[in-house]
């Protein structure tokens, strides 16, 4: 290992795993919700991926994106328009392929973003189900968690606003196309085995077996898992010149 990849951040090693997360997926609508998940987002498509489409966030298609944070008119290059109506019709016929936050998931997947406690009358209320049941009736769905906690990851979540492989399961044909794919979070890289629960892929540099099985809050197979890859150095080199110079990742993933 050579000094620029001894001094990768925890958070550098998250974007690289996010950039894997889209590796395979071809040409489709990238939609990334949080810092880490918009610079995987853009690292895959300088690299291992040029046909990954990206947005400004808000209606235009990018050659090349606007500073983080930013949309058109902050910067970049446009290519395309997508006016908010006509992404339902990228959704639906799967062309889009989203990383998502999660306040709570459970161990089959299903995640809630809507609200703490009683449905009826909740502790906290959060920003609701947004399009969490769309994309993961349609297309694969990839969640992000920054903080790796037993607040997190639960045994059952409060409200479901993504459907999980169970739910799925029971759900048979009308929900044909549904698929998770990875939860990446600030400790490790996890999957589903053949039941649809959660295990882990891939612990990130630095971090044990027990710490991982310590902040989940259900029993979680850890058996199996290899190390993270760090990001090469054409990798870190595009993070820190070119996507994220600012270096806002590290206000997300601490290192």
Not at 68 to 74: E, I, P, T, V
Not at 228 to 248: A, C, H, N, Q, Y
Request: proline residues 5%; hydrophobic residues 40%; negative net charge.
């Amino acid at each position: 290992m050579n000094d620029i990849q001894a001094a990768v951040t925890r958070a550098e090693v998250c974007a690289a795993a996010c950039s894997d997360a889209w590796r395979d997926s071809g040409e489709v609508l990238a939609h990334a919700v949080g810092t880490v998940p918009t610079i995987g987002a853009r690292l895959a498509r300088l690299t291992h991926n040029p046909d990954l489409v990206l947005t400004d966030g808000t209606c235009f298609l990018m050659a090349e994106p606007p500073p983080l944070g930013g949309a058109a008119d902050a910067g970049g290059v446009i290519e395309g328009w997508v006016p908010f109506r006509a992404v339902f019709d990228i959704l639906s016929c799967g062309r889009r392929h989203s990383m998502m936050g999660a306040s709570q998931i459970d161990r089959y997947g299903n995640q809630n973003i809507s609200a703490i406690g009683d449905w009826r009358k909740p502790d906290r209320q959060l920003i609701g189900v947004r399009g969490a049941p769309g994309n993961t009736a349609n297309h694969r769905t990839d969640y992000w968690v920054p903080r790796h906690s037993r607040r997190v990851f639960v045994e059952s979540v409060d409200v479901v606003s993504g459907v999980g492989n169970d739910r799925a399961a029971a759900a048979g044909p009308a929900l044909r196309f549904h698929h998770l794919g990875v939860v990446i979070t600030d400790l490790a890289v996890l999957d589903y085995d053949g039941a649809g629960r959660l295990r882990v892929r891939s612990i990130h540099p630095g971090v044990t077996p027990e710490q991982v099985s310590e902040a989940t809050g259900f029993d979680i197979d850890v058996s199996s898992a290899s190390t993270t890859r760090r990001p090469d150095e054409r990798e870190l080199e595009l993070i820190r010149t070119v996507i994220d110079p600012s270096g806002l990742r590290d206000r997300e993933v601490r290192g």
